[in-house]
């Protein structure tokens, strides 16, 4: 093990990785503590899953897959939201239909393209060895963007988490509010595909806040305790994927999981303890 961390920044590869890990770390740590807060933990798999047939889309046409994805995925969140509101679909029904749609078209179109479609597993199970240097400026632009939002809007963000109807009561443009967020929490898993999988995305976003939340209830906490904790379990699972060659995603969603049976373990001994000496 020694050894693998000696050898560790050896490659550009794994730098790279490493910087992406922190990258998506704040960037997961953002929107997973809205998803997991808002109860949209659904809309974000229904978005990563849908963004696939962006992918199949781009390799049919020879496009970047990274770009079809990133438009998939965009249009599914807002989509899912006009179908809610505009045409009376229940929100989970407009999710599900989008959800399967998508990775409908992407299996369609990859199965069209001649010849085999490179590096496919890797968007569905992500790899270190594709994580490259304008992925790591995309997510650097996409960071700086999202904490500059969070702090100019951080109330707003609150009462939308929490309390929908209080955020109307003051004034909040909630439908602005709503598309923008539902616009990085897309973004956010189109740049993350890379680095942890379409399969696997899901858990990124929603493992770190849920383990954020055993400890505390208050939503700046949780962002930043999401943002330690996946980051954390993103550089465990670099290592272990280089070491064993396996996919990152595997590793880093496996490593998450890890930490938080330890944390679940961790927090009922503490209320043990607590209720013993109360």
Do not use: C
């Amino acid at each position: 093990m020694f050894q693998i961390f000696k050898d560790f920044f050896d490659f550009q590869f794994i730098t790279n990785a490493f910087l992406a890990a922190l990258l998506v770390a704040v960037a997961a740590g953002l929107v997973g503590s809205y998803i997991v807060a808002r109860r949209l933990v659904f809309l974000s798999g229904g978005i990563t899953h849908a963004s696939f047939g962006g992918i199949g889309i781009a390799y049919y046409l020879g496009l970047n897959p990274i770009l079809g994805a990133a438009v998939f995925a965009v249009l599914t969140a807002f989509g899912v939201e006009a179908l809610s509101q505009k045409f009376t679909v229940r929100e989970d029904s407009a999710i599900g239909i989008l959800w399967s749609v998508g990775m409908a078209i992407g299996v369609f179109f990859v199965f069209l393209t001649p010849g085999y479609a490179p590096n496919l597993m890797s968007f569905l199970f992500g790899s270190i060895l594709t994580v490259s240097t304008q992925d790591i400026v995309l997510l650097l632009i996409l960071d700086a963007a999202m904490i500059a939002f969070f702090i100019l809007f951080y109330r707003p963000i609150l009462y939308l988490a929490f309390d929908p109807v209080f955020a109307r009561t003051q004034k909040v443009p909630e439908k602005l509010f709503t598309y923008i967020l539902k616009a990085f929490v897309a973004i956010t898993i189109v740049l993350s595909i890379r680095l942890v999988g379409i399969i696997l995305l899901i858990s990124l976003l929603t493992i770190p806040p849920t383990i954020a939340n055993l400890f505390t209830k208050r939503f700046d906490r949780i962002i930043y305790i999401s943002i330690i904790v996946g980051f954390v379990g993103a550089i465990l699972g670099l290592v272990v994927s280089y070491g064993l060659n396996v996919p990152s995603g595997v590793t880093i969603i496996l490593a998450l999981t890890i930490i938080f049976l330890i944390s679940r373990i961790t927090r009922y001994v503490m209320v043990k303890i607590k209720t013993q000496y109360a």
